[in-house]
T-cell receptor, first 115, second 108 residues
Framework: EAGVAQSPRYKIIEKRQSVAFWCNPISGHATLYWYQQILGQGPKLLIQFQNNGVVDDSQLPKDRFSAERLKGVDSTLKIQPAKLEDSAVYLC?????????????FGPGTRLTVL | TQLLEQSPQFLSIQEGENLTVYCNSSSVFSSLQWYRQEPGEGPVLLVTVVTGGEVKKLKRLTFQFGDARKDSSLHITAAQTGDTGLYLCAGYGNKLVFGAGTILRVKS
């Protein structure tokens, strides 16, 4: 079974530029998450989608970050304009529910460096 | 805001030694998960513990959930170089909240 796919794997931009990340979740997983992982920290949830609707975007900096999942499958996360503090790994995850609860599967992440 | 504190932040040991990593919070979680993350990869789920006092074993790894469901520990017996990585605990409240992680380095 194919895992969560993300692209690009690495991106270097200058501050104030724009950048977009793409995620293709595991087939059949209705829930999709975007996390931000700053070096030395654990992942922090940015936004959660259930199909193509937003469930939780309380920690998304909406003045510069946006995300969409138009057809309820793949998703894009955009930063415009980027700041130095946005340098981080951006992880996408998808999940399904089991009898033991929810299980999330993570992609390899996109490492963003803002200069 | 639910916070999870992990300790130690960094651990460097010799192959064959035992170690314990701790995950503590002042909040109660409905379940707690442990993940392992290698450089350039996303976290991979190791275990989910749900019941207070629960103990789960995964080969040389033993996971325990505190009676009050506020803390957890991960114990590795006879560590191997392949155990090297970042170990993250994560608690489920209304969403998954991660600790900052413990970097484990096992030297041969």
């Amino acid at each position: 079974e194919a895992g969560v796919a993300q692209s690009p794997r690495y991106k270097i931009i200058e501050k104030r530029q724009s950048v977009a990340f793409w995620c293709n979740p595991i087939s059949g997983h209705a829930t999709l998450y975007w996390y931000q992982q700053i070096l030395g920290q654990g992942p922090k949830l940015l936004i959660q989608f259930q199909n193509n609707g937003v469930v939780d975007d309380s920690q998304l900096p909406k003045d510069r970050f946006s995300a969409e999942r138009l057809k309820g499958v793949d998703s894009t996360l955009k930063i415009q304009p980027a700041k130095l503090e946005d340098s981080a790994v951006y992880l996408c995850a998808s999940s399904f529910r089991t009898s033991g609860g929810e299980r999330q599967f993570f992609g390899p992440g996109t490492r963003l460096t803002v200069l | 805001t639910q916070l999870l504190e992990q300790s130690p932040q960094f651990l460097s040991i010799q192959e064959g030694e035992n170690l314990t990593v701790y995950c503590n919070s002042s909040s109660v979680f409905s379940s707690l998960q442990w993940y392992r993350q290698e450089p350039g990869e996303g976290p991979v789920l190791l275990v989910t513990v749900v019941t207070g006092g629960e103990v789960k074993k995964l080969k040389r790894l033993t996971f325990q959930f505190g009676d009050a469901r506020k803390d957890s520990s991960l114990h590795i017996t006879a560590a191997q170089t392949g155990d090297t990585g970042l170990y993250l605990c994560a608690g489920y409240g209304n969403k998954l909240v991660f600790g900052a992680g413990t970097i484990l380095r096992v030297k041969s």
